[in-house]
Every structure is written in structure tokens, then in C-alpha cells.
Antibody, heavy 117, light 112 residues
Framework: EVQLVESGGGLVQPGRSLKLSCAAS????????MAWVRQAPTKGLEWVAS????????YYRDSVKGRFTISRDNAKSSLYLQMDSLRSEDTATYYC??????????WGPGTMVTVSS | DVVMTQTPVSLPVSLGGQASISCRSS???????????LHWYLQKPGQSPQLLIY???NRFSGVPDRFSGSGSGTDFTLKISRVEPEDLGDYYC?????????FGSGTKLEIK
């Protein structure tokens, strides 16, 4: 059974950093592209970033480019999102997802990030 | 960015009835490889989104055949027949043909 468990969320001040982690199990992690999708409180879904099987290719939405870094450690079956220069508009639940043929198939329960002074 | 317009915003339905959700894109979702990358998700209250339909009309593993997807180009539809209580929640379409990937704004399916 595919399991994705995010961690690392919390309350952080604007301009500060936070690193999210996603522990994966139940599948061969290195066989999948992975992604982060977020959802602001009471709002819809927003794709944040994706990463290729070996981490050699990464993709970001414009609003996080240069501030967020997606990475992975296939030996640890883990996905990461380093978030720097955080803004209030980054406040959201962040979901870790597997990426099948260009769609997000499995999702974790999410971790909440609140950016506020 | 490709804008995904979902209608209606709210959809009251009777249990056992049928529901239809529309998703229109601001540009064609046909990729240069010939595939159309339009997918549907359901987010039940308090839960993560779950994949229902991928690439327009393919049901994901374990999804009942009450769910069906159709459409082409810029115009897509999700149909739910014989609505059950477990179908209630927010439905989203997603396009992954163009970067950035974009979701529709959601349709809330609720009991009439």
C-alpha cells in the first residue's frame, strides 16, 4: 500500500525558512516523479513543484521560483521542499504526491504551514 | 497560465440522482504527443484529494463505474450517476498539458 507522510510544517515568521519532508513507502520511490501541491485555507488546489526520478529535473510555479527548492533522496525514499523567504501567501496545507503519467495519483495527508508574525 | 473554469460552483443533488460538472480550459489541452492531460479529483471533507479520472476518461483503480469522464480540446465533463453519500465533497479538474499545471476552482457536491 502506497503511503506518503509529510512533516515539518508549523508557524513561521515572514522572511524565514522551513523545510518540509515526505516519507514514502509501499512502492519503489525511485520509479516515480514526485510533486508538492498546496491548498490555502478554504481555497482550491495549487501545484507548487515537481521533480524527476533522479532529481535531475525540477519544475516550479513562478511564485515560488527562486525561493523554494524541491529535492529527493531515493536511498531514504524521501521528498523534500526547502522553503525560503516565506510570505503570508505561502500559508497552506502542503501535500506530497506521486506523479504517474502526468497526473498526481497518490497523496499524503498534508502538513500545515502558517506564515505569520 | 491555462485557466480552468469549473461550473457550477455548487451542485445540490439528490441521493440516487445524477450530477454533471463542467471544466473548460482557456486553451486546448491536446499535447503535441496527441494525449490530453485532463484529470478529475474528489476531496472529501477533512481529507486529501483522491484521483478519480485520468486523461479525460480513464477511471483510477478502485473508482466505481458511476463516475465517468468525457470531453476533448477545451471542454470536459465529469458525470456521477446514482449519487451516494460518499460522493459528497469538492471536485477539481486538473490540466497537466501545459506548465504551470493548473486546477479548476472546484465544485462542491452537496445533498439537496
Amino acid at each position: 500500500e502506497v503511503q506518503l507522510v509529510e512533516s515539518g510544517g508549523g508557524l513561521v515568521q515572514p522572511g524565514r525558512s522551513l523545510k518540509l519532508s515526505c516519507a514514502a513507502s509501499g512502492f519503489t520511490f525511485s520509479d516515480y516523479y514526485m510533486a508538492w501541491v498546496r491548498q490555502a485555507p478554504t481555497k482550491g488546489l495549487e501545484w507548487v513543484a515537481s521533480i524527476s526520478y533522479d532529481g535531475g529535473s525540477t519544475y516550479y510555479r513562478d511564485s515560488v521560483k527562486g525561493r523554494f527548492t524541491i529535492s529527493r533522496d531515493n536511498a531514504k525514499s524521501s521528498l523534500y521542499l526547502q522553503m525560503d523567504s516565506l510570505r503570508s501567501e505561502d500559508t497552506a496545507t502542503y501535500y506530497c504526491t506521486t506523479v504517474a503519467n502526468w497526473y498526481f495519483d497518490f497523496w499524503g495527508p498534508g502538513t500545515m504551514v502558517t506564515v505569520s508574525s | 497560465d491555462v485557466v480552468m473554469t469549473q461550473t457550477p460552483v455548487s451542485l445540490p443533488v439528490s441521493l440516487g440522482g445524477q450530477a454533471s460538472i463542467s471544466c473548460r480550459s482557456s486553451q486546448s489541452l491536446v499535447h503535441s504527443n496527441g494525449n490530453t492531460y485532463l484529470h478529475w479529483y474528489l476531496q472529501k471533507p477533512g481529507q486529501s484529494p483522491q484521483l478519480l479520472i485520468y486523461r479525460v476518461s480513464n477511471r483510477f483503480s478502485g473508482v466505481p463505474d458511476r463516475f465517468s469522464g468525457s470531453g476533448s480540446g477545451t471542454d470536459f465533463t465529469l458525470k456521477i450517476s446514482r449519487v451516494e453519500p460518499e460522493d459528497l465533497g469538492d471536485y477539481y479538474c486538473l490540466q497537466s498539458t501545459h506548465f504551470p499545471l493548473t486546477f479548476g476552482s472546484g465544485t462542491k457536491l452537496e445533498i439537496k
